[in-house]
Each structure stands twice: as C-alpha cells, then as structure tokens.
C-alpha cells in the first residue's frame, strides 16, 4: 500500500513525502533493537525481487530487476549507515 502511495505521489508532484514511521533515523532504530544483521537484509532482498516476479511476471525483466535492486540497495545502505 505504502509502495502504491509513494509512487503516485512521486508521479504527481516529483517527490515523495515520508512519513515519521518510515523515516530513515526510524526504521535505523527499529531494525537496530531488533538485531536485524546484514544477512537479514539479504535474504529480504531475495525475497523482495522474488515476490515482484511472481506478482507480475508479465511485468517482468532485466531492468525492472535491476530498478528494484538499486533502489532497495539504496534504502538499505541510508538505513545502515543510521544503525
Ligand atoms: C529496506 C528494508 C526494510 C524496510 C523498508 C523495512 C520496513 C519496516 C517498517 C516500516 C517497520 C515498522 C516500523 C514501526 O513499527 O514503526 C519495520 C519493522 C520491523 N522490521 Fe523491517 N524493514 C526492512 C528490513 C527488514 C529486515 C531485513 C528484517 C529482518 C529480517 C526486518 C525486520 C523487522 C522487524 C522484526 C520489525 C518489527 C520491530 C518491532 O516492532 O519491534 N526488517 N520494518
């Protein structure tokens, strides 16, 4: 839902506003107390592109895969670099 969200307001307005639960320092804090390790985020990262794949695989290629493994990569290195 919150993928569906932002990616409409980034279409309508070129930005996309974060709420406090979904703020970086946030979800550093959160994941840090609940000893998520870099690991976790691969196995995640997996799942994630896995997921996408069986959900719309008529959708599905090199570049969406590649799209969606930058961006996560991205999330994942602002919210450790938080933790
Ligand atoms: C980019 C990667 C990730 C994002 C965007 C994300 C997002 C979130 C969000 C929005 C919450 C709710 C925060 C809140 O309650 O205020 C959350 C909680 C949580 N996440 Fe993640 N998450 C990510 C990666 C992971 C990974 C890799 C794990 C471990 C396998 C994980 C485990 C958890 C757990 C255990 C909680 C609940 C913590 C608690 O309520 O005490 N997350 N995550």
Redesign the pocket.
């Known amino acids: 839902m ?1 993928t569906c969200e932002a990616a409409t307001q980034l279409r309508k307005t070129g930005r996309v506003n974060v709420g406090a ?2 703020s970086v320092p ?2 550093a804090s ?2 840090f ?2 000893g ?1 390790a870099d690991v ?2 691969e ?2 990262k997996f799942a994630l592109l896995e997921t996408i794949k069986e959900a719309v695989p008529y959708m599905w290629s090199e570049e969406l895969k590649e799209a969606w493994s930058e961006s ?1 990569d991205h ?2 290195a602002a ?1 450790k670099s938080e933790m």
């Open positions: 919150q639960n979904t946030h979800l959160v994941h107390k609940a998520v976790h985020f196995v995640l996560y999330l994942v919210i």
